[in-house]
């Protein structure tokens, strides 16, 4: 299996999915620049990972939206190829058009770096198959602007077709004000696109796959074929 | 040479979550006729003379400045 990591300006989780991509999964892992285009079609998983690509100048993600590398994945991702934004990653994909909505200010203005719960909403995805339905998960989130945001019609949309892939909850599974660590609209941590073959989310699976860091919730979600 | 000054803010139906917490500030300092705080962006963009200023302004906001699934945006063009 074969595994690709953009790397922009100011991208800081690279280096973490790069680790849990080669290292615990044992795939060959290519850095991705930027500022290349490339065939991205031998692939198997290309992640956009989190940091503050060019600084969050403007709004995260508006400027690495017109990165070359983006032109690439848009092809790749066009072709069914499978593209996992994480943290800034999703807010990227959002900016780029992949995913819809768009990620913005925490509601309480704090930046939140924590072990987060969230709940498995639809398991029958390429990305979430080895996970059972409602299954909770333990992951880091670390993020200032994570609040997911839609219009209502594409709220409506994301439900009905199953889009939700994650949910902010309690330890027990339970949806409530209190578990949901940005204000995100219907306590969405993570959505995909119709097709099923991009998916964005805040908290961070590359940085939960050994018990060692604490979880290895994050894990199956890394894993192809 | 044209100056556009472009104003950013988000969309009504989106909650500022930094405007409310300025505007409970305001009320605190005694200021109890706040009704409402918005924080947005101004930007000033310096455009050759040549060209149609509005529908430039109005490209780069469409496809840069402003993010139309969360802001809205207004600018205005002087010479300056």
């Known amino acids: 299996m074969r595994a690709g990591v953009i790397v922009f300006p100011g991208s800081n989780c690279d280096r973490d999915a790069y680790f849990a991509l080669r290292d615990v999964l044992g795939y060959a892992v290519d850095f991705l620049w930027h500022d290349a285009a490339c065939d991205l079609g031998d692939y198997g998983l290309v992640v956009v990972p989190g940091g503050f690509s060019y600084g969050d100048y403007l709004r995260p993600g508006a400027i690495a939206r017109f990165a070359r590398v983006m032109d690439s994945l848009r092809a790749y991702a066009a072709r069914g190829g499978r593209v996992l934004g994480v943290c800034n990653g999703f807010q990227i994909l959002c900016e780029a058009g992949l995913l819809p909505g768009a990620l913005t200010r925490n509601i309480g203005l704090k930046f939140r770096c924590m072990p987060v719960h969230i709940r498995v909403e639809n398991a029958a995805t390429p990305f979430t198959r080895r996970y059972r339905q409602g299954e909770v998960l333990r992951l880091p989130i670390a993020h200032g602007d994570g609040r997911y945001v839609c219009d209502e019609a594409t709220l409506q949309q994301l439900r009905a077709n199953g889009q939700i892939i994650f949910r902010y909850c309690s330890p027990t599974g339970a949806l409530d004000a209190a578990h949901n660590p940005n204000g995100s609209v219907d306590h969405i941590a993570g959505v995909a696109n119709a097709q099923f073959n991009v998916l964005g989310m805040m908290p961070h699976p590359e940085r939960a796959c050994e018990l060692l860091l604490g979880s290895e919730d994050g894990r199956r979600l890394l894993e192809v074929g | ?80």
Do not use: W
Not at chain 2, 28 to 33: A, R, S, W
């Open chain 2, 1 to 80: 040479m044209p100056k556009a000054r472009i104003y950013i803010t988000l969309k009504p139906s989106l909650l500022d979550a930094q405007g409310r917490v300025l505007e409970n500030a305001l009320r605190q300092l005694g200021f109890e006729t706040v009704q409402g705080v918005r924080v947005g962006k101004y930007l000033e963009v310096d455009l050759q003379p040549d060209g149609d200023p509005h529908a430039q302004i109005e490209a780069m906001c469409q496809k840069l400045l402003a993010n139309p699934v969360i802001e809205q945006y207004r600018y205005e063009v002087s010479d300056s």
